[in-house]
């Protein structure tokens, strides 16, 4: 049945297909190099006190919505360095979550969520 208020399947299934084709081509554009994650291991492995190795092939990737297996995104990589940077330096990594309120016009975005804050302290 027809809608007047909806496009016309194909102009609807256009849509769906270039914001798809543009999302895929971000999801690409910021992804860690092989490089990267190899430095990243090489930060990591110490606060764990193992060897790079031991971190297994799988680390420094996730799956995409295709189930391909993907390298992590640039900020999630600088992230995790970041924080074994602050680990090996003495620091300590600290998780506070906060008791904030989420504002009224955010309350659809998930209601039962709150606020978190990540530090880094030297």
Request: hydrophobic content about 45%; aromatic content about 8%; glycine content about 10%.
């Amino acid at each position: 049945m027809d809608r007047p208020d909806r496009p016309a399947p194909q102009v609807s299934d256009a849509i769906d297909e270039a914001f798809q084709a543009g999302f895929n081509a971000f999801v690409a554009a910021v992804q860690s190099t092989i490089p990267e994650i190899a430095a990243l291991k090489t930060s990591v492995a110490p606060v764990f006190d193992i060897g790079e190795a031991d971190l297994g092939d799988d680390f420094g990737h996730e799956y995409d919505m295709t189930g391909n297996q993907v390298n992590i995104s640039i900020p999630q990589c600088v992230a995790m360095s970041w924080g074994a940077g602050i680990v090996q330096a003495g620091g300590v990594l600290t998780y506070t979550r906060d008791t904030m309120a989420i504002p009224d016009n955010m309350t659809g975005w998930g209601a039962n969520r709150k606020m978190v804050a990540f530090s880094g302290v030297l």
